[in-house]
């Protein structure tokens, strides 16, 4: 469980979209942990262990690491970290990948870029709304017709369950007309960051610049606020980097990650932990 203090703190120094516990928890069904300068997420005999420090401080993540394995004792334990420490052996590896940044204010745009703005206006008005049927259903539409991991697919049906327990999640929905065509999920949470966290587009009705149009109002929220960056998240995929390095995102940290089998408990360490 996490005070007060715990929140505040952790809501401060905040620069990760894994560093927001409402946003993890409602993901993973998981329960949030402050341990020492990382955050952890337990459900049942399962792990998450976060292994970027809050505040992007100096800490020893593996220590960290071992240290939070003796206090939860986990079966299994996910591991998300800029490198993972861990012999080869020991761990499943997962694809790598890199966190994007965008830096605030947002510099003048490209002809192009503007262009695209100008046309999406023109066609389209944005708002802010609840996550609705109408969400659902061209969520549902977009993963049907892409290649979707299993685990993404998972996160992506935990959204409702995000948006019902966030206060500072935010939700901006493109209409032409009355008819939902793209929205975006933002969170405003942290102190200094602002976070890109989903984007989803109708695949029957395509209006060319709909997510820039919405990306540029997120933005605007987002300095509105003060914040001093956008965390955009993962490349993903080529399409996803192009769309980020195009609004001028650049590398901010590497990602890796890793999912560990630990060796049943003994019944000395069961006696402990009892």
């Known amino acids: 469980m996490l005070s ?11 620069y990760l979209p894994e560093h927001l516990p409402d946003y993890v928890a409602a993901i993973s069904a998981a329960q ?16 998450i262990f976060i292994g970027y420090p809050l505040g992007n401080r100096q ?76 969400h659902r259903r061209l969520v549902k539409a977009f993963l049907s017709a892409g290649e979707w991991s299993r685990r993404q697919k998972a996160v992506f049906k935990r959204i409702p ?10 939700l901006l929905e493109a209409r032409k007309a009355d008819v939902l065509v793209a929205f975006t999920l933002a969170d405003f949470g942290s102190a200094d960051f602002a976070f890109y966290l989903f984007n989803f587009r109708s695949r029957r009705l395509n209006v060319p610049g709909a997510s820039d149009l919405l990306f540029y109002e997120m ?12 965390n955009l998240g ?23 990650s890793a999912f560990v089998h630990r060796q049943p408990m003994g019944l000395d360490e069961l006696l402990k932990k009892l």
């Open 32 to 47: 949030p942990h402050l341990h020492g300068d990382f955050l952890c997420f337990t459900r049942r005999n399962h792990l």
């Open 161 to 170: 369950d995000y948006m019902k327990h966030c206060r500072t999640a935010r």
């Open 219 to 230: 933005v605007n929220l987002a300095q509105a606020q003060r914040k001093k960056a956008l």
């Open 4 to 14: 007060e203090e715990d929140c505040r703190r952790i809501y401060q120094q905040a």
């Open 59 to 134: 800490a020893d993540a593996p220590a960290a690491y071992r240290s939070a394995c003796q206090r939860f004792r986990p079966s299994t334990v996910a591991i998300i970290a800029p490198e993972i420490w861990l012999p080869s052996q020991t761990f499943e590896a997962q694809p790598k990948d890199e966190y994007f940044r965008l830096e605030l204010p947002l510099r003048p745009l490209k002809p192009a870029l503007a262009y695209m703005l100008r046309r999406a206006q023109r066609e389209l008005r944005i708002s802010q709304g609840p996550y609705g049927q109408e």
């Open 234 to 256: 993962l490349a993903i995929h080529p399409g996803i980097r192009r769309f980020k390095e195009k609004w001028g995102g650049t590398v901010f940290l590497p990602y890796a």
